[in-house]
């Protein structure tokens, strides 16, 4: 294969220390990729040409292993804590050079690309990896220059990664062999010890996430579609309450299924593209993205195949966290270029397992962040070990390990976009109805997805809303193809006073876990909440 022909910017890798490196392949296309990642047993071809990729004892983010080195250029914005951990520039500069020399003579992968469809608020970025597999994962989810714009590729941003080297915490400072290392003075992402792509991504969105907000733009864990007249959506929600196979309609375009800003300009894509979960991924449920995994240049991490190649999406041996990525032109409706209008409808995902929050219903500006503060869903039983009941989640802005910032910043940013753009917020629950967890059971997922579509039409904007007794939601009366039943939780319940204390018990858990913001919120905010 030659290394000559391809589009190599004027930027070399003298700012890393690899200058001397003789082996560093740039911005490889995905045939050579693939070719590298088989050479490299980093991969495998699946039945129809996909690439399997196995990442070892890592097969999700290892959030306790994540540090921001903590610098004075950026101490006072930091929201420092268990999620954004500090840890100091010695720590960083002793793994920096360990990683650097460790690199010095391995064959490493340079791919350059961008984070932002809209090129006011553009980050370039820059992947360098010993794993070819993390060319093809950057190839696929970030967004791709061209290769005249790669000649003059300057990176704001670099993700240095040897996931085959490990750290000694004892000697270097870290919690185990594995670290993520947030240097925003240097501009750099040290990750060492994972081959866990969702490492990069995430890693880049944080940056994204301390970036946006200080040029006034709302920076959001989020998917996003529209209908062929522009009329915009975004969805809300922590992993399983069904952000990707909402926004995955066929009647909608696709603007991208996690990660968001809104500008003053309306909503952009910070991907080009998607990261889905396969669990039980099947093509009746969610034809596009089933679809995407019969296709050359899709990676699918940590997938059981069978003898003859073919995905087993059922299979949780290596983990529950089995996933594809694949550029985002793979879905035959998403949007050319990664943007869309301001949204008209705004929509917060749960998953209840406690079976008490209605299955649609409408907030107001204040109760909106109130609940993107709170961020609630809940664990069931089997999903994590030691879960054997209902458990409540909560993750500020639906997505806390991405954001260094104060949750009410975040919270703020998005309350005046709502306002100025006169949004419509729902809170749409995929969880539980009629009882909870084990005993109760899943609200299908075809009322969710006509819920869902009456509130973006607007055919819910005349109809009468009743305001829940503990919740203080507005619970819509009909819904055009809804049984009328299902729309209040008490009605599907055969105890009423078994639901009055479930809703009573999940009220308290809100309260109690608001605390924590209640320093920094107003007393509209929190009179928001649920009563209790």
């Known amino acids: 294969m030659s290394k000559h022909s391809h589009p190599r910017s004027n930027i070399g890798l003298d700012y890393l220390g690899l200058e001397n490196n003789e082996k560093a392949i740039w911005n490889l296309t995905p045939p050579e990729l693939y070719e590298e990642a088989i050479e490299n047993g980093e991969a495998v071809l699946t039945k129809d040409y996909a690439l399997r990729v196995l990442t070892g004892k890592y097969t999700g983010r290892s959030p306790k292993d994540k540090f921001i080195v903590d610098q004075p250029s950026i101490h006072d914005d930091i929201d420092w804590g268990e999620i954004n951990q500090p840890t100091d520039e010695e720590v960083f500069e002793n793994l920096f050079e360990k990683v650097t020399d460790y690199l010095q003579d391995k064959k490493i992968y340079v791919k350059d690309c961008y984070a932002g469809a809209d090129e006011k608020y553009q980050l370039n970025v820059r992947v360098v990896s010993e794993a070819a597999y993390h060319g093809l994962f950057s190839h696929n989810m970030f967004i791709r220059p061209t290769n005249e714009q790669l000649k003059d590729h300057e990176p704001d941003f670099t993700v240095l990664a040897a996931p085959n080297f490990k750290a000694d915490p004892e000697e270097d400072g870290t919690r185990s062999e594995a670290f993520v290392l947030v240097n925003f003075d240097k501009e750099i992402i040290l990750i060492g010890g994972t081959l866990y792509s969702g490492e990069v991504k995430k890693g880049i969105f944080g940056v994204m996430n301390y970036l946006l907000p200080k040029q006034d733009v709302m920076a959001m864990h989020c998917s996003a579609n529209m209908s062929e007249d522009g009329d915009t959506a975004v969805f809300f929600g922590l992993s399983g309450t069904g952000k990707t196979t909402l926004s995955s309609d066929q009647s909608r375009i696709l603007i991208g299924d996690d990660e968001h800003g809104w500008s003053e300009d309306g909503v952009f894509n910070i991907e080009g593209g998607c990261y889905a979960k396969t669990i039980n991924l099947s093509e009746e449920g969610e034809p596009l993205i089933y679809a995407t995994t019969k296709m050359p240049g899709t990676i699918l991490e940590n997938v059981v195949l069978y003898e003859n190649r073919e995905p087993d999406f059922d299979d949780t041996s290596y983990t529950q966290n089995t996933r594809c990525s694949y550029p985002i032109h793979y879905i035959p409706n998403a949007a050319d270029d990664g943007k869309g209008n301001h949204p008209s409808n705004v929509i917060f995902l749960t998953c209840d397992a406690f079976g008490v929050l209605p299955p649609i219903s409408k907030l107001t500006p204040e109760q909106a962040m109130y609940h993107f503060i709170s961020g609630y869903t809940a664990k069931v039983a089997g999903t994590e070990r030691g879960v054997t009941e209902p458990q409540a989640t909560f993750s500020a802005c639906f997505g806390a390990p991405f954001m260094p910032l104060h949750p009410t910043v975040y ?122």
Do not use: C
């Open 411 to 532: 919270a703020e940013l998005l309350a005046d976009k709502i306002r100025k753009h006169n949004s419509t917020v729902w809170l749409l629950n995929t969880g539980w109805t009629g009882g909870p967890y084990g005993e109760g059971h899943r609200m299908k997922l075809g009322y969710t997805r006509q819920m869902l579509s009456e509130a973006l039409e607007g055919n819910l904007d005349n109809v009468t809303f009743d305001i829940d007794p503990v919740f203080g939601l507005a619970i819509p009366n009909e819904v055009d193809g809804i049984p009328t039943e299902i729309l209040t939780p008490r009605n599907t319940w055969s105890d009423k006073e078994a639901y009055d204390n479930k809703a009573e018990e999940l009220a308290a858990m809100f309260a109690e876990n608001f605390q924590q913001f209640e320093d920094e919120a107003s007393q509209e905010l929190i009179k928001a909440g649920p009563k209790v």
